[in-house]
């Protein structure tokens, strides 16, 4: 089945700095990785996504880069804010009716 | 949209006793699945339905996890026996199958057994 290895497992940076989460997965046949933030307390929320058809995505201050040749994709979390603080989560899927295949988890602390 | 609700949203019970964790997915969701958070083993995928059929349940710890989907607006995962091992987070998770595996998720079950 599917592995999906994440790195690092903590990540603190400083206010302001860029944030860079690595992830890489095992199964060629894997077309859609998504990207799921965790408060204390909560479920995990998705906050962007890319799917095999494309290298990069961006939205705001959130990127998400796919290299399918390598097997690896990464999170780009730019000037982040200490809101950004959370666990994140990578995942990998096969795609429309399969489950995700979740990293093990980074959790990010953003100090003032 | 209310989303994924689960509940309760925290239980705790003694061993041997029987556990029923609930979950009502986002309407119009045909997708459901059920995960189980814990620090060592991170989110681990339990179950999951398309259109209320059970598809994967490989993630079943053993035969003391059932799971059912009885309607599409709503699910149970029972664990009879309990055990301390069983303590950890719960939860549900809702998505339509035609959208690549967009899973929206709940806020979780906190199970303690004693």
């Known amino acids: 089945g599917e592995n999906v290895e994440q790195h690092p497992s903590t990540l603190s940076v400083q206010e302001g700095d860029s944030a860079v989460i690595k992830c890489t997965y095992s199964d060629s046949a894997s077309n859609y990785f998504p990207w799921y933030k965790q408060e204390l307390g909560k479920g995990p929320q998705l906050i962007i996504d890319?799917?095999?058809?494309?290298g990069e995505k961006k939205d705001q201050r959130i990127a998400v880069t796919l290299n399918k040749t390598a097997k690896h994709f990464s999170l780009h979390i730019t000037e982040t804010q200490p809101e950004d603080s959370a666990v994140y989560f990578c995942a990998a899927s096969k795609g429309s009716g399969y489950a995700l295949n979740f990293g093990k988890g980074t959790s990010l602390l953003v100090t003032p | 949209d209310a989303g994924v609700i689960q509940s309760p949203r925290h239980e705790v019970t003694e061993m041997g006793q029987e556990v029923t964790l609930r979950c009502k997915p986002i309407?119009?969701?045909?997708?459901l699945f059920w995960y189980r958070q814990t620090m060592m083993r991170g989110l681990e995928l339990l179950i999951y339905?398309?259109?209320?059929?059970?598809?994967?349940d490989s993630g079943m710890p053993e035969d003391r996890f059932s799971a059912k989907m009885p309607n599409a607006s709503f699910s149970t995962l029972k664990i009879q026996p309990s055990e301390p091992r069983d303590s950890a987070v719960y939860f549900c998770?809702?998505?339509?199958?035609?959208?690549?595996?967009?899973?929206?998720f709940g806020p979780g079950t906190r199970l303690t057994v004693t």
């Open positions: 309407s119009g969701h045909n997708s």
């Open positions: 998770a809702s998505s339509l199958a035609q959208s690549p595996s967009e899973q929206y």
């Open positions: 339905f398309n259109n209320n059929v059970p598809i994967d």
């Open positions: 890319i799917r095999s058809n494309v």
